[in-house]
Structures are given as structure tokens and as C-alpha cells.
């Protein structure tokens, strides 16, 4: 009689790496299928922003800022819809996360070495200062302390792109986030309008502006706008510092991140759910180790520098499509009101600084 035992194991075997490779392609086509109507939603946000960002009363603004409030605006037209829901969260999270590591293309430790170590110093003290300054005056204005973080992290390091950045330690509501880059958005334009006003009130030469400018307002864009109004040397300088400011966007993350979990059970429990460290932030230190490195095309570092903007975009007007417009009215005017104390101290701070010491 034949033995079938061993024919039957050699015909299950391949048959066996048949269907779990087949489940694993179904698997992949059901979630493609179920995220892509909200990603392709949010992209054409994206566009839309892009282009409005073009018209003259709107290229001071933020594509991101446009991009969120179009979302919050569908959001309001036509609701939450379930078809999309499963994209937009995909957008704000997983392409938010993609988009900051790809930031780290555009930062080099070559230019933090060119402010010298006193304008590291700076730096340094500024974000750290105009954050805890933040936080406790936030205990004072009774401002929740998620919001309060996030708008912290907005004023001392990089705007809206931080606020996204830090909300994945602090777990706030899309509400929180919102209101948190409006403040932002709107308080570094006042600051790029206002900065180029001044330097001639606090007697500041072209690179010590540019400083200023970069430590102190919060876009990257703001700063580009308000530094080389002061010409070149000052507009470089602002731009080196800013990028600068940006950098340490990672280490800020891995502090909050590391301090949350002694913050009560609440938090503790859900330290042991996540890192403390989120992996993007890795990703972002490795990202600027391999833009000090290795010398990139200009044309790719460009298409990086759109793809990037491009995915900020995207995951805020995600972000702005899953706020509810009537809970973020609820939050009142004091979070307002602590971003704009914020934004005055981290101007005062960083001009102290450099009066004294650069």
C-alpha cells in the first residue's frame, strides 16, 4: 500500500503558504479599501490649501491652518461621515507621524554649530523656559493641562507641526489640537507682522534680528517672512535658527514623553500600553543624522521639503474633519488667552537673552 503520510504533508505545505499569503493580500485590499475614501478626502483638502495658500491675502498663512479649518468647515456641512472616518484617522496618525520624520531631511547639526554655543544656548533656555512657564501659567487661568501642554509645545518649539508631534504623548481630544494650532497659527503671524517693526526700538544688528526672529516666532515660514525683511545675513540667520529650534523638537517629545509616566495611575496605565518614546521621533534623529551625512541632491531634498508639507497638510485637515466645531467653542476664551501670554514670553525671553548675552 502506498504511504500518502509524506505526499500529504509535501501537497499541505505549499497549499498552507498558498492561503496565508492570500488571507495576508485580502487582508491589505479590506484596509486599503476602507482608509483610502477619507485619505483621498483629506489629500484634496491638501491641494485645495495648497493653491489658496497661492491667492495674496492668504500666503501669510499656514497651509496647514487652511487646511484645518476647510476640514473643521466640511465637518460642520456635512458631518462625521463612517466612510471616511477609517482615512482620516489613518491621515492623522499614520501620515503625521511619516511627515515629521521626513522633517528631519531638512535639519543638519552643521547648523546648529553655526549659531555658536551661545546661540544654542539661547535656544535652549527659551524653549525650555516659555514651556514650564506655559504649563504653570495654565494652573493659574485653569486651563486643562493637555491643551495647555500642547500649546506650549506649539509656542516653544516649531507651531503646528509640534502640536501634532506632542498630542502623541499627551492623548489629547482633536478639539484640543485644533484650538491649539489656531492659537499658534494665529499669534506667529501677529509676531511676523509685528518683529520687523523693532529692531531698531531694541537696537539690534542683522544677526542678532535673525536670532530673535528664530527663537522666538513659531512657523518656519513666519520666520522666513519676518527675518529677510532685515536682508540676507539676517534672513539666513533667522532661518539656520529657526531650523535649529525644530531639531530639538525630538528631544522635547522624549522629556514629555518619559515625565507622563510618573504623572498618576492614569497616566502610568497608559504608559504601559505605549512607549514613552514614540518611534518617529527615532526616526526623525535618524533622518537629520543621514541629511549631516550624506550630501542629497538639491532636487530631492526639494521634492522632500513638498512631500512633507504636503503630509502636515494632509493629516491636519484630517485632524480638522474629525473636530467638532460646537466642543471647541466650549474650551472659552483663557487657552486663548495663555497662548497669547506664551507668545509674549518666549519674545521677551529670547530678546533678553540675546541683549545679555550674544
Not at 483621498?40 to 491641494?47: N, P
Not at 511627515?99 to 544654542?120: C, D, E, K, R, Y
Not at 539656520?240 to 522629556?255: D, E, Q
Not at 466642543?327 to 506664551?342: E, I, Q, T
Request: charged share 15%; proline share 3%; hydrophobic share 55%.
Amino acid at each position: 500500500m502506498l504511504d500518502t503520510r509524506h505526499t500529504n504533508g509535501l501537497a499541505k505545505g505549499p497549499v498552507s503558504r498558498w492561503a496565508v499569503k492570500s488571507s495576508t493580500v485580502k487582508s491589505w485590499i479590506v484596509r486599503t479599501t476602507a482608509i483610502a475614501p477619507g485619505v483621498i478626502v483629506a489629500s484634496l483638502i491638501g491641494i485645495l490649501a495648497g493653491w489658496l495658500r497661492n491667492l495674496p491675502l492668504l500666503s501669510v498663512v499656514s497651509p496647514m491652518m487652511l487646511a484645518m479649518l476647510i476640514g473643521m468647515t466640511l465637518n460642520k456641512v456635512v458631518g462625521d461621515q463612517i466612510r471616511t472616518r477609517d482615512g482620516i484617522i489613518f491621515s492623522q496618525r499614520r501620515l503625521l507621524r511619516i511627515a515629521i520624520v521626513l522633517l528631519g531631511f531638512q535639519l543638519t547639526f552643521a547648523q546648529i554649530a553655526s549659531l555658536g554655543p551661545t546661540g544654542v544656548v539661547i535656544l535652549a533656555a527659551a524653549l525650555s523656559s516659555t514651556f514650564v512657564f506655559t504649563v504653570h501659567a495654565a494652573r493659574f487661568l485653569r486651563v486643562d493641562e493637555g491643551l495647555a501642554k500642547l500649546i506650549a509645545a506649539g509656542t516653544s518649539v516649531c507651531g503646528a507641526s509640534a502640536v501634532v508631534a506632542a498630542n502623541t504623548v499627551v492623548s489629547g481630544k482633536e478639539e484640543d489640537v485644533t484650538y491649539a494650532v489656531a492659537c499658534v497659527t494665529i499669534f506667529g503671524t501677529a509676531a511676523m507682522f509685528l518683529f520687523p517693526l523693532l529692531p531698531e526700538l531694541f537696537h539690534l544688528d542683522a544677526r542678532e534680528f535673525g536670532l530673535w526672529t528664530g527663537s522666538s516666532i513659531h512657523e518656519v515660514a513666519q520666520v522666513v517672512a519676518a527675518s529677510f525683511q532685515h536682508g540676507q545675513i539676517a534672513g539666513e540667520m533667522g532661518t539656520i535658527a529657526k531650523l535649529s529650534r525644530v531639531m530639538m523638537l525630538a528631544p522635547l517629545v522624549l522629556a514629555m514623553g518619559l515625565l507622563s509616566r510618573g504623572d498618576g495611575q492614569e497616566e502610568a496605565d497608559a504608559s504601559r500600553r505605549k512607549p514613552a518614546a514614540p518611534w518617529f521621533v527615532f526616526g526623525f534623529i535618524t533622518t537629520t543624522c543621514i541629511n549631516s551625512m550624506v550630501a542629497i541632491p538639491v532636487e530631492l531634498k526639494s521634492n522632500l521639503v513638498w512631500l512633507t508639507t504636503f503630509l502636515l497638510t494632509v493629516a491636519l485637515a484630517a485632524m480638522g474633519m474629525h473636530t467638532d466645531l460646537s466642543k471647541l467653542l466650549s474650551r472659552g476664551f483663557r487657552p486663548a488667552f495663555l497662548g497669547a501670554l506664551a507668545s509674549v514670553f518666549i519674545g521677551l525671553f529670547s530678546l533678553a537673552g540675546i541683549k545679555l548675552l550674544y
